[in-house]
């Protein structure tokens, strides 16, 4: 694959070096979408902590450097899970659902995360 490029700038992703790159146009399809709970609102209000699902092979520095790049904010903090994968049955057929990372994402005092506007506009 080429080499990460951010999102505001065309440089490489830091945090890359000897790790799986991607694309300028893939940084988007990396951010899966945000989690919308009740405990996640909570987290938002009180701590600042964003959650989202994000690409399972990304690992904690370049979700750091897409969610500042993508967003334009200061991110303090990311923490990471991979949450069990949860079984599927169709019928008959049994199988799993996609797994994924879940990103939780604290950001500075003041800043907040526009993510319906960001990854349209990111998009177009």
Do not use: C, W
């Amino acid at each position: 694959m080429g080499k990460a490029f951010s999102a505001a700038d065309g440089q490489p992703l830091k945090g890359t070096q000897g790790k799986k790159d991607f694309s300028l146009k893939s940084l988007i399809d990396l951010v899966k979408y945000p989690v919308i709970t009740e405990k996640t609102y909570l987290a938002l209000y009180e701590n600042r902590q964003y959650t989202f699902d994000v690409d399972k092979r990304l690992t904690k520095t370049q979700i750091k450097n897409l969610f500042e790049n993508l967003f334009n904010v200061n991110v303090i903090a990311v923490n990471t899970h991979i949450p069990p994968r949860r079984k599927l049955r169709v019928g008959m057929a049994q199988g799993y659902r996609p797994s994924f990372k879940r990103a939780i994402i604290t950001v500075k005092e003041g800043q907040s995360i526009n993510y319906h506007f960001s990854l349209v506009q990111a998009a177009s």
